[in-house]
């Protein structure tokens, strides 16, 4: 019997059931199909006196098929009985397993009675990832074999265990480095030829000790704080059921609490993120056939906080790295930085002192431009001023060798003033890190007017193996996640000047799941950089012609209240800890009164909500719009993986598909009405008009 992608062969007496289904051999529809028929097949060979279950390509089976869950006929059951017939097989059934066995392929395997793996083989519970748990007898016997506190470990963090550690903790009966199906064939001979009985997990009692009644009550105590995560309850009360109930009982209970995971908006979003994070690394429009650039070595000009963290992610990654400063000095403290974020991840036991000596070797430092000549990518990382940066773009278009790229980190500048200062505009891209670089996943690669298409594919490729989750911007001010915060910003100050507290708007955002609400944020990232930040704007003409524009941080700036690292910004602090501060509400009184803007006693959260969130999902319309992003997933990618914007809302245009773009509209409009719209802050995009005009969603528009 054979079908696309399973097939089975009666090899000698031994069934041979193959699944073949690139890349990951995901559990679609077909797949199961396929399974069901070649189980039969076994089934009705009665004399056949075992089977083995193994995998084409790159891995075993790593998981249910993602896209199939969001059709509204998916269900787990087929798949679960198809395990209960592996489960209830008299002759062995062995599961010879590589690459990341995860999910249903853990559930698969863990059905069969024997399981056999080679050393780099990864195994895991990931569904928590996508706000699921494992729906087909995943809860029921990994706690079977793996012990109560172990298994809710991984269901509900959706760690990876090592080959050895999953030998170890009972989950795979033994490691065999060699071909998995040479592997199964041979495990299939020996346990027939000694005639070892089955040992089927469902029949394996639950040890209902201590530990696990305390691992179960500390994790629905985590759970019950985290409501927006409604998987972590529902993963507790599943292995609860393991422990309660008889196998087929629990399964069931598990298969209701999938049922209801799978249509909640959290899991929806979440498998949006899935989906977003790996199509916003591929380069849109029509395949282009041309490949990367080599990059074996890079160098970073400055050795500031910036390129320090940019620095680490390439020694992370085993890629040598040279740090260009202008002074022994300015080096000395760039490299012990350094040296002092690897020995704090040594001291928190995350990394080996090997592995700490192995990534401080891989960074050199040096005062001498003539080091950077041979690096395959060079990236400078020096002080936000044009002018600065347009000479060292100058010096290394001379400098670095035919053939190197040279990437830009600027956050505020013309990626395309600085590409032709290099006078090799081609070989430039923007490579926009995070604060702080070596942490945050989020890189804005950005696409120059001139930049040359494999030199974009290189920086793709790069940003994966230095695991940043890549999203391509076009130039324009702020790229994508800066130019979206500028609404949001401007109307948080607004607000304040109207009557809001720092301390209220703070809450009301953050009431929504974003990490930190604006004015925290602000003083965070530093009140001192925001305000020159308008200030330039300013001096660039580059404002709105409104004279109340962003007033406060610049008063804040003017007062020396810089934010957390000057103990006073939007709040006061002790230590890290953010407190109201009375101050704060007469200088926004103060400066109310000068500019004329009438106060209120009430601002209601609502409105908050919609004044900020509203204008930034508006300006990432128009951002679409304008083609600076390619899609609106990878719009999402960049507040979800650099913004703290809440995964289990699946981003700012997944978000507003849910609000409905003509409500969104019609309350731009509204303000517009209300307030006034003479600088144009509640004029919708023309995207948002037309889509929320024919009742199209977000999710369903692509630019061609
Ligand atoms: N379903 C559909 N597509 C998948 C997929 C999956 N489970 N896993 C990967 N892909 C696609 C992915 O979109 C990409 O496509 C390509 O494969 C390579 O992935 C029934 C309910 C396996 C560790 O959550 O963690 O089982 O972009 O770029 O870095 O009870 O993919 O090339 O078109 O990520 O080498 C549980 C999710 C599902 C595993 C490989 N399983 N996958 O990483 O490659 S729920 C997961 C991963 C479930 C059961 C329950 C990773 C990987 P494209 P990639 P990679």
Redesign the pocket.
Known sequence: MSTNVVSYENCGGIGLLLISNP??N??STEVITGLRSAVSTFEAEGETKALVIYCKGR?FV??????S?ESPEFD?RP?SSLLTRLDAFQRPVIATLHG?V????L?LAMACHYRIAVPDARFGM??V??G?L???Q?TQRLPRLAGVPLALDLILSGRFLSAPDALAAGIIDEIVDGDPLALGIAAAERLVRTRTPVRRSSAMKVVADAAATQALARAAAAAGKKPAYPALGAIVRSVEAAVMLPFDEGEEIEARE?DQLRVSGASKALRHL??AE??AA?IAGPPQAVGAREVRSVGIVGAGTMGGGIAMNFANAGIPVVLVETSDEALERGLGMVRKNYEASAAKGKLSAEQVQKRTRLLKGSLDYGSLSNCDLVIEAVFESLQVKKDVCARLGETCKPGAIIATNTSTLDVNVLAEATGRPADVVGLHFFSPANVMRLLEVVRAARTAPDVLATAMQIARRINKVPVISGVCYGFIGNRMLEPYMRETEFLLLEGALPQQIDAAIESLGMAMGPCRMSDLSGIDIGAKVVIGQAEAGALPPDPNYRVVVRRLFELGRNGQKAQAGYYRYEGRTPLPDPAVATICADLARQHGIVRRSVIPDQEIIQRLMYTLINEGIQILDEGISYRPGDVDVVWTAGYGFPDYRGGPMFMADQIGLSEIKDTLDHFGRVRGNEFGYWTPSNLLKSLAARGQRLGSWSKD
């Open positions: 890349p990951v995901a559990l891995t790593a998981g249910g098929d993602i896209a869950f787990t798949f990341t995860l999910g249903g392929g559930e990931p569904e990832k996508l699921l494992p729906g087909s995943g999938f899935f989906f790996r199509t591929r």
